[in-house]
Nanobody, 122 residues
């Protein structure tokens, strides 16, 4: 079984920085794509950023220039570096991985972390 575990959330002042991590464990062959999503109270979950197996990245317009996604394939871990944080970045952040396992016959399946809360407030 595969588990994704996020860490690094917390309270930060506007303009501050925070780095989230998400580590995947289990019977993993490889992780094709990673993504970070967030869900603010009363809103739908939205894609913040993603990184594909070829290291190509995508960013939501709202975080371009402020957030950076990176991956460490050896550690099956993805990171989200957040800087110049704004109150509107407050949300629960979820990592998502498309994971190929030893039993998935080469196909990638979707897995989600449990979420980590980020609060940007003075």
């Amino acid at each position: 079984q595969v588990q994704l575990v996020e860490s690094g959330g917390g309270l930060v002042q506007p303009g501050g920085s925070l780095t989230l991590s998400c580590a995947a464990t289990g019977n993993i062959v490889k992780i094709d794509d990673w993504g970070w999503y967030r869900q603010a109270p009363g809103l739908q979950r939205e894609l913040v950023t993603s990184v594909a197996s070829d290291d190509s990245t995508h960013y939501a317009d709202s975080v371009k220039g402020r957030f950076t996604i990176s991956r460490d394939n050896a550690k099956n871990t993805v990171y989200l570096q957040m800087s110049s944080l704004k109150p509107e970045d407050t949300a629960v952040y979820y990592c998502h991985g498309v994971v190929v396992t030893t039993t998935s016959w080469g196909y990638g399946h979707n897995y989600w972390g449990q979420g980590t809360r980020v609060t940007v407030s003075s």
